[in-house]
């Protein structure tokens, strides 16, 4: 069958390598893809929203599925439109209509949805510029560290934490008045903050049946020692070891379990990936938030531990029989690290020749904001390559990644040496 990924980065990458390796894929295309995705198919230069021209590509190409990388052209519902068109409705797209989109694409909609359907969450409020007031005295009462969130898509950058009152009520200002991050920011979440460790659970469904996919803890700042500006992710790694058994089961029966059963209780139809952010407290799971895609930097250290056949998973998903597949999952590490334009996550400069990929010895390159420039691979974005190691524990997956990534050069490379300290 011929295969079509949408999306540019390292998430990308690593389900094209993925997909690559199934018997059932005849051709892939990805569009718009990047230096890296090239080795595994086609890249097509159709930007991720211009869905007009992802149209003309699928039925030029006869896709007979198309996966869906980024949140964006979800939730401005590239799914209805395939739907809506009688020439492309047949053909199955992997992640969720517009509605069940606005899992991620709004922050009331998913912490109302969690209360109705009682998933362990944070406390919260939401408030917009005519509520102002009322927010401000909302944080007189509300204990601190106090978390704030822009409603809408923020590109990541819209959850602040505030530790002081006076904090929490400027920047509340900045939100709704001054519109700080824009459009997205027309409504605020005043959530309370969760102490615990974060974890990232992602789970693959038809609407009806679901597969628990590996899970994995991400790393968010820039600097090591988890200090700094937060980024998209500096690196990744699967399994987390204090996720065992019995943690998962809860995770399963009070929240995967319910999310599921909330859909289809609301009429919300949802084929794809729900990515639930997790907080373990004291042993205790409480979700964080929910996104409507697999995770970048996390999906590059989930990919190599599914041993299954990814696209036969994905067909499960398509035809409402994934209860059918076969999930199998590798006992081994693996260990993702980011490397960074300098300067990222502030003003870096992109066009920097990359060399010593073909130097890594032990670890698979995901190439993210790449591109091929005269036969060069050049950095094209603030993360740049993400290098995974799988290895039998998480000291050798990481001692690997992290020589492997030291193997790679570019003008300003950067990457922390530090990921997944914490499990070991």
């Known amino acids: 069958m011929n295969i079509l990924i949408i999306g540019s980065g390292g998430r990308e990458s690593a389900f ?19 230096a890296g995705t090239a080795q595994y198919g086609t890249n097509v230069n159709i930007k991720v929203n211009d869905f007009d021209g992802i ?42 209509q517009q509605q069940g989109a606005q899992l991620e694409g709004s922050k009331d909609f998913s912490k109302q949805f969690m209360f109705r359907h009682n998933i362990p969450t944070a406390a919260s409020c939401t408030f917009t510029k005519d509520t102002l007031q009322q927010g401000l005295e909302y944080l007189t009462t509300a204990g601190l560290p106090i978390v704030l969130k822009a409603d809408g898509l923020a590109a990541g950058k819209g959850v602040l934490i ?18 700080k991050f824009g459009e997205a920011s027309s409504k605020v979440v005043i959530e309370q ?24 803890k ?28 019995d943690f998962m089961k809860k995770v399963e029966e009070r929240i995967v379990i319910p999310t599921i059963e909330g859909l ?16 373990n407290c004291n042993g205790e799971p409480y979700t964080i938030e929910y996104n409507c895609r697999m995770g970048d930097p996390e999906t590059e250290s989930v990919m190599p531990r599914i041993e299954s056949d990814f696209v036969d998973l994905l067909l499960g998903v398509a035809n409402g029989n994934l209860n059918t597949k076969e999930l199998k999952v590798s006992n081994k ?17 992109n066009g920097k020749v990359i060399t010593g990929i073909d130097n890594v010895r032990d670890s698979i390159v995901f ?53 997944g300290f914490d499990l070991l």
């Not at 609301?266 to 952010?277: D, N, R, T």
Request: proline share 5%; net charge negative; glycine share 10%.
């Open 218 to 245: 991400d790393y968010k700042r820039i600097g090591e020692g988890d200090t700094g500006l937060n980024t998209g992710g500096m690196g990744s790694v699967s399994p987390v070891p204090f996720a065992n058994a």
């Open 264 to 279: 289809k209780k609301e009429s919300i139809p949802y084929k794809g990936f729900i990515f639930v952010g997790l907080m």
């Open 162 to 179: 505030c530790t002081t009152l006076h904090e929490a009520q400027q920047e509340l200002i900045f939100m709704l008045k001054d519109a």
């Open 333 to 349: 590490v693996a260990a993702t690290i980011m490397c960074v334009a300098g300067g990222y996550p502030g003003d870096y400069v």
């Open 193 to 216: 903050f969760l102490q615990g460790i974060e974890l990232s659970v992602f789970v693959m469904t038809d609407g009806v049946n679901y597969k628990i996919l590996p899970e994995a």
């Open 16 to 34: 094209a390598w993925k997909i690559a390796k199934s018997p059932q894929c005849l051709q892939l295309f990805i569009a718009p893809g990047n």
């Open 55 to 96: 149209r003309k590509l699928v039925l030029q190409k006869n896709i007979d599925l198309v996966l869906v990388g980024p949140e964006e052209p979800l939730v401005k519902g590239i799914h209805d439109f395939f739907l809506a068109d009688e020439k492309l409705k047949h053909i199955p797209v992997i992640g969720p």
């Open 367 to 419: 190439q993210a904001g790449t591109e091929l420039d005269n036969g060069n691979i050049k950095t094209a974005g603030g993360r740049v390559l993400a290098v995974t190691a799988l290895q039998d524990n998480v000291f050798e997956a990481l001692q690997h990644a992290t020589a492997d990534a030291a193997r790679i050069y570019y003008d300003g490379v950067n990457f922390r040496r530090d990921i």
